[in-house]
Nanobody, 122 residues
Framework: QVHLVESGGGLVQPGDSLRLSCVAS????????TGWFRQAPGKEREFVAH????????DYADSVKGRFTISRDYAKNTLYLQMNNLKPEDTAVYHC???????????????WGPGTQVTVSS
């Protein structure tokens, strides 16, 4: 079982950057593909980014492509999400998770972290 905890969220202005971290406990983390999702108030949780277990393959939602970068540090058992040029519509609670089934749908991920709040406002 993998236990995940996110950090790095905060209140920023449009155009600013943030880097989210997701620290995993458990030696099997490196065997999992992992992803970031977000949930805005009153909306469903949506896919943001995914990275394969090897780190060789990444996927992004169209809304963040070119602005967000997902990466992982195997030595630190940590997943990152670098977010640049943030927009008000990026405001949400961001969660990390490991992929337990094929695909990038919500149900394919598990071991969800509690999330970290990102608020983009002027």
């Amino acid at each position: 079982q993998v236990h995940l905890v996110e950090s790095g969220g905060g209140l920023v202005q449009p155009g600013d950057s943030l880097r989210l971290s997701c620290v995993a406990s458990g030696s099997t983390f490196s065997r999992y593909s992992t992803g970031w999702f977000r949930q805005a108030p009153g909306k469903e949780r949506e896919f943001v980014a995914h990275i394969s277990w090897s780190g060789a393959s990444t996927d992004y939602a169209d809304s963040v492509k070119g602005r967000f970068t997902i990466s992982r540090d195997y030595a630190k058992n940590t997943l990152y999400l670098q977010m640049n040029n943030l927009k008000p519509e990026d405001t949400a609670v961001y969660h990390c998770a490991v992929r337990i089934l094929d695909g990038l749908r919500l149900e394919a991920f598990g071991s969800w972290g509690p999330g970290t709040q990102v608020t983009v406002s002027s």
